[in-house]
């Protein structure tokens, strides 16, 4: 059975632990979304708008007593965390708002004699597993759109994050979703195995690993279920010149270390041109001398936070051990903290040999690993060498030559002189073995929607 708990990763500590659900509760759970979403689908698109936008609101009011939950949670600094509630709190408001647009009916041609519509209908419960990088962010962008669509919504986060799911919760139920209707789950792999499989709930959405991808989406395909699967990047940002190496290597850096590295679409491959590349990595190496552990509760500058617990710290320091083994070269920090905290320096790596088994391993972690290539060609075929498919960039002072190389990335989002355009409105997801569909924007409401054919014949 999964082990929820509240572990500090700065000390290792369990401040708080939660009962697995029984079977029984399971069931009741699987009854309870089914009830709810009769009511709510039978509620009007304006209604469930209404709820969702006091939710935003909601997230507005406690957003402090949020931030410290995630914080002590996962060990994102409490600047972070505040960060992370303002954007769900916009994802959950961008929905509230434009969510009523995004799935109005309209009418198509027809050459039969008559009125053809397509309609945005709801399907049903959804079953979301979601990660503990970003408690809320992550859920935002599953159960925004569907809540306004009219799907209920059973919600297993990580084993780490219970505190902040049943916060959710709370919020949901304040607001005016219906009991059931968003519920926080305390289930094992077995368990969700189960609810899969059962006919009362309609599409799964996962953000997670490759492997936890294929053990879900294998699931869902033999139960002719709809999934939605958000995995791992090891996105590529190729610098092919730039007028300020140093301006570029400060962003690259900041966005690498974000939230301890751990991030999907994280600039995990930076691909730099060589006659820039000793001064870029060079200025990630000052980036990186003189850092120190601190506290996420009160993180000053020169300190860095924990990762989210001690066996992804040492998992990462595992993986750039082998990386340096088969020939990488660590130019700075890595270095694991001695005792029970999640604590592993901000790291930078150069050399993996594209023959090597790190050359293809995603690094959830701290660490920048930069390669040196000497024309678009080679840093365009470098970039899509990679199995993931997530996000991309390309740096260049001049754009056109940017976005040539930009625009053959094969990926489910490329940029052009910036690593990541992230905001409620604009649709992220992958391609490949990063999974498939999209959350938020646009689309993101239209993945769950039974886009239901409506005839009257003349």
């Known amino acids: 059975m999964a082990n929820y708990r509240v572990q500090n990763p700065a000390t290792g500590e369990i401040l708080e ?40 609101q909601i997230f507005a009011e406690r957003r402090d007593e949020l931030a410290t939950t995630i914080a002590v949670e996962m060990g994102k600094s409490l600047s972070e965390s505040l960060e992370e509630v303002d954007f769900a709190a916009s994802i959950i408001d961008y929905y509230a708002v434009h969510g009523p647009a995004l799935i109005t009916s309209y009418e198509i041609p027809s050459t039969i004699p008559g009125k053809a519509v397509i309609e945005h209908l709801p399907l049903g419960a959804l079953l979301g597993v979601m990660p503990w ?27 780490i994050c219970a505190r902040s799911n049943l916060l959710i919760q709370e919020i949901m139920e304040q607001a005016g979703v219906p009991a059931g209707g968003y519920q926080a789950l305390f289930t094992s792999h077995e368990q969700i195995a189960t609810m899969i499989a059962d006919p009362r ?10 492997r936890a991808g294929a053990i879900i ?55 730099v041109m060589a006659d820039i590349y000793d001064e870029f990595v060079s200025e990630l190496i000052k980036l990186a001398a003189g850092l120190v552990p601190g506290d996420q509760m009160d993180l000053a500058d020169g300190e860095y936070v924990p990762l989210s617990s001690r066996v992804a710290a040492e998992t990462v320091h595992a993986q750039v051990q082998k990386a340096v083994a088969e020939g990488a070269t660590l130019e700075a920090g890595g270095v694991l903290s001695d ?45 899509n060498d990679c199995a993931l498919g997530l996000g991309g960039s390309v740096f260049s002072a001049d754009a056109a030559r940017a976005a040539r190389v930009a625009s053959q990335l094969e990926v489910g989002m490329t940029h052009v002189n910036i690593i990541a355009a992230e905001a409620a409105e604009i649709p992220f997801g992958g391609v490949m073995r990063s999974g498939f569909g999209r959350e938020m924007g646009p689309i993101g409401i239209g993945e769950f929607a039974n886009k239901r054919l409506y005839f009257v014949a003349e």
């Open 217 to 271: 989406g294998a699931q869902a395909g033999t139960h002719l279920k709809k999934c939605v699967l958000e995995l791992g990047g090891i996105d590529p940002m190729v610098v092919l010149d730039s007028d300020d190496v140093a301006a570029v290597a400060k962003a690259a850096w900041d966005f690498r270390v974000y939230n301890g590295g751990q991030v999907c679409n994280s600039n995990k491959r930076m691909i």
């Open 339 to 383: 005792g029970l905290g999640a604590y592993y320096s901000p790291a930078v790596l150069t050399g993996v040999p594209r023959a090597s088994e790190s050359y293809r391993e995603e690094i959830f972690g701290p660490v920048a690993t930069v390669y040196k290539v000497h024309s678009d060609e080679e840093a365009l075929e470098l970039a």
């Open 17 to 56: 632990t939660f009962p697995s659900a029984t079977d029984e509760q399971v069931e009741q759970q699987l009854a309870a979304a089914a009830a709810a979403y009769r009511e709510w689908r039978a509620c009007s698109v304006q209604e469930r708008a209404a709820v969702l936008k006091r939710v935003a």
């Open 201 to 210: 709930v309609q599409g799964v959405s996962l953000t997670g690993s490759e």
């Open 133 to 159: 990088n970003f408690p809320y962010y992550q859920v935002a962008r599953f159960a925004a759109p569907n809540l306004v669509l009219g799907n209920t919504i059973l919600l297993k986060h990580a084993d």
